[in-house]
């Protein structure tokens, strides 16, 4: 069976030449370009489902064709093609969602598993994408039912509608009204003497064949015509309504809902009387029946294990399912941009605006933030609702939770990419340990121990920084078994600080310290929490070197106790984080430092305080600095004994 069609963007011919002839015996449907200017021309007019490109080529990079794939096309899978040397740029592809990047030369076998992925993720997407349609069938199926049911109990408000129309029908002959034989009610005309005029067929079988007869007759607790609604109708110019006894052809007892309209002549004269009535005890079961189907209809609304909002026009919310609401939760008004995302306007590239535009169901894949600042990734697909004109009136937006398949997929698929690009840095470091050793060594050989001294402060530094890096990677490798003992608060929180202040001192960023008095011990892994509120520290401090604005910096360092919680407060006077980026401090890779992080700190830290029971907020404004607010139990009820 043919596989999907992709498109092979390099400039070397040889290359592609190679891969045309692997691709295609693979059973794919081979595409190629020699740019990426080509390439974008090749996708528009046969949209392959994937595309292999090399990072570098002359004109448009292959960083800036992924670019332009994901505006065009966000399902297109783009695997990057990369030398050794282009680590950098190919963690950078991964942050613009590409799905994986091969190295040159490139190795069939790696290729093939590559391949095999982006086979998965696509075959995924589907089968979402089609419970997804599934669900929409069934919504749209329960909603049609309710208002098949809901057309029969709002008669009272058609009746009004219906003036008009009584004046022509009482020009018809009086055998009946045919133009009502089709309604569920009982629908009589009335003339000012109070006689039957016309009925209609649904009153003929049930109430016998009336006309002529007088408007009372057929009530059973009315002694007097007079007293009929039809008689008060005309009696004081107006609707009457109310629940009546009346007598089926057959003698037996019929409660009834009666309704009635006065038909006006040019000079406001009633000269007509419609009465439409409606069996109670049917009313009553109807009512019954779309009570029942709304409970019905509401559980699958609030059950479906997705995300569902309803959104007008100005997208703001205007229902939402269980799941939603307690997840992220609105007030009236409010508008989906801000509950999902945390944005002040709406977003640049909008499913429901789209959907709005022009009908179409459209998809799209992102991250949103819950209220209790979670995130979440969810693959979004929205569904338009239409008034009986069919008009779009409103937009459905349904938001599948695929968090746990993106982690694990990212997971897998950096592993590799986290190899090679600690690589750099441990080589890096290695190097400048050669040039501490060679400081020691040349000056015991001279005996200049201020030359040693220097080669030692380098030689610790360093072994610290790679001591650290190493630590990263194995918390996020593997999950390490904690060591847990009890630890003075007090006594952790001067080594934590002294420590740190040292480090501040060197940049001329003053620390100060507050800490409550008495506060005990509490259960913890010593060396793994320190880690983590070093990563903060050294955030806090990275902060302030950052902020150019300001004529000194400075770090606040309080630590209180809480009911049984242990409260480490960090606050800096540093360059501070709009929404965005607080948002995904937290987040594997996610370095707001350039080249300069590896994305791995605060993500490590954000883990170690888990592990611990614990949570870390964050609150910052740009320009104002960053508060982080630490909280850790003092003592963990899962620690294993």
């Known amino acids: 069976m043919m596989k999907h069609s992709i498109l092979i963007v390099d400039d070397e011919q040889d290359i592609r030449d190679v891969l045309n002839i692997s691709l295609s015996d693979l059973g794919y449907h081979v595409l190629t370009a020699e740019s990426g200017e080509k390439a974008l021309e090749i996708i528009d007019q046969f949209n392959p489902a994937i595309v292999l490109t090399d990072i570098k080529m002359p004109g448009m990079s292959g960083i800036d064709l992924l670019k332009a794939i994901?505006?065009?096309?966000?399902?297109?899978?783009?695997?990057?093609?990369?030398?050794?040397?282009?680590?950098?740029?190919?963690?950078?592809?991964?942050?613009?969602?590409?799905?994986?990047?091969?190295?040159?030369?490139?190795?069939?076998?790696?290729?093939?598993?590559?391949?095999?992925?982006?086979?998965?993720?696509?075959?995924?997407?589907?089968?979402?994408?089609?419970?997804?349609?599934?669900?929409?069938?069934?919504?749209?199926d329960q909603a049609a039912r309710l208002i098949e049911i809901e057309r029969i109990q709002v008669v009272d408000q058609l009746v009004h509608g219906m003036t008009s129309t009584i004046k022509h029908i009482a020009n018809q002959d009086n055998q009946g009204i045919t133009f009502l034989n089709d309604f569920p009610w009982f629908v009589s005309i009335h003339s000012p003497n109070l006689k039957i005029l016309a009925v209609n067929q649904p009153y003929k079988e049930k109430l016998g064949n009336t006309i002529g007869k007088n408007s009372g007759d057929i009530y059973k607790n009315i002694e007097k015509s007079s007293e009929s609604p039809i008689a008060q109708t005309f009696l004081k110019g107006q609707s009457v309504q109310g629940k009546y006894l009346i007598h089926d052809k057959n003698g037996h007892s019929m409660p009834i809902m009666v309704y009635t309209l006065p038909v006006r002549n040019s000079s406001n004269t009633i000269t007509l009387a419609l009465e439409i009535s409606v069996n109670v005890i049917e009313r009553e079961r109807l009512a019954?029946?779309?009570?029942?189907?709304?409970?019905?209809?509401?559980?699958?609304?609030?059950?479906?294990?997705?995300?569902?909002?309803?959104l007008n026009r100005s997208f703001q919310i205007t229902n939402a399912n269980k799941r939603f609401i307690k997840d992220f939760g609105y007030q009236e008004g409010d508008h989906c941009y801000r509950v999902f995302k945390h944005r002040q306007a709406q977003c640049t590239e909008c499913p429901v605006a789209n959907t709005f535009k022009d009908g179409k169901s459209y998809h799209t894949e992102t991250v949103v933030t819950a209220n209790d600042n979670k995130q979440y990734h969810v693959l979004i697909r929205t569904a338009p609702i239409r008034n009986t004109d069919g008009d779009i009136i409103e937009v459905m937006e349904m938001a599948t939770d695929i968090t746990q398949i993106r982690e694990l997929q990212d997971h897998l698929s950096s592993l590799g990419l986290l190899i090679g690009s600690v690589s750099h840095s441990i080589k890096g470091l290695l190097?400048?340990?050669?040039?501490?050793?060679?400081?020691?060594?040349?000056?015991?050989?001279?005996?200049?121990?201020?030359?040693?001294?220097?080669?030692?402060?380098?030689v610790q530094l360093l072994v610290g920084r790679i001591q650290k890096m190493v630590q990263d990677i194995l918390f996020y490798a593997k999950e390490r078994e904690l060591k847990w003992e009890s630890v003075d608060v007090i006594e952790f929180a001067n080594e934590?600080?002294?420590?740190?202040?040292?480090?501040?001192?060197?940049?001329?960023?003053?620390?100060?310290?507050?800490?409550?008095?008495?506060?005990?011990?509490?259960?913890?892994?010593r060396g793994v929490v320190h880690s983590a509120l070093v990563n903060i520290f050294e955030n806090a401090i990275d902060a302030c070197l950052a902020d150019k604005n300001k004529p000194d910096h400075h770090i606040r360092f309080n630590v209180l106790i809480e009911k049984d919680t242990?409260?480490?407060?960090?606050?800096?006077?540093?360059?501070?984080?709009?929404?965005?980026?607080?948002?995904?401090?937290?987040?594997?890779?996610?370095?707001?430092?350039?080249?300069?992080?590896?994305?791995?700190?605060?993500f490590i830290s954000n883990k170690i305080i888990q592990q611990h029971g614990g949570t870390i907020q964050v609150t910052s404004e740009p320009n104002h600095g960053t508060r982080f607010i630490i909280n850790i139990p003092i003592i963990i009820k899962h620690i294993p004994e």
């Not at 297109?76 to 030398?83: C, D, L, P, R």
């Not at 696509?122 to 669900?135: H, K, P």
């Not at 540093?574 to 370095?591: A, V, Y």
Request: proline fraction near 1%; glycine fraction near 8%.
């Open 70 to 140: 994901k505006r065009r096309a966000s399902d297109t899978e783009v695997i990057m093609i990369t030398g050794h040397g282009d680590m950098e740029l190919a963690i950078q592809s991964l942050k613009l969602n590409a799905t994986d990047f091969i190295t040159k030369p490139i190795n069939d076998d790696i290729l093939d598993i590559s391949l095999k992925k982006v086979e998965e993720k696509i075959a995924m997407r589907r089968q979402i994408q089609q419970y997804t349609q599934n669900l929409e069938k069934l919504v749209e």
């Open 496 to 525: 934590l600080a002294t420590m740190m202040r040292t480090e501040a001192s060197k940049h001329g960023i003053s620390l100060s310290c507050k800490f409550h008095e008495s506060i005990g011990t509490f259960t913890i892994d």
């Open 566 to 602: 242990i409260v480490f407060d960090i606050q800096d006077n540093g360059i501070g984080m709009d929404q965005e980026t607080k948002e995904k401090i937290f987040t594997l890779f996610f370095s707001s430092k350039g080249h300069r992080g590896t994305g791995l700190g605060m």
């Open 288 to 310: 019954q029946e779309l009570k029942h189907s709304q409970k019905k209809y509401q559980k699958l609304f609030d059950d479906v294990p997705c995300y569902i909002a309803v």
């Open 431 to 458: 190097t400048g340990l050669d040039g501490g050793m060679y400081l020691i060594s040349s000056g015991i050989e001279r005996q200049t121990f201020d030359r040693v001294k220097e080669g030692w402060t380098i």
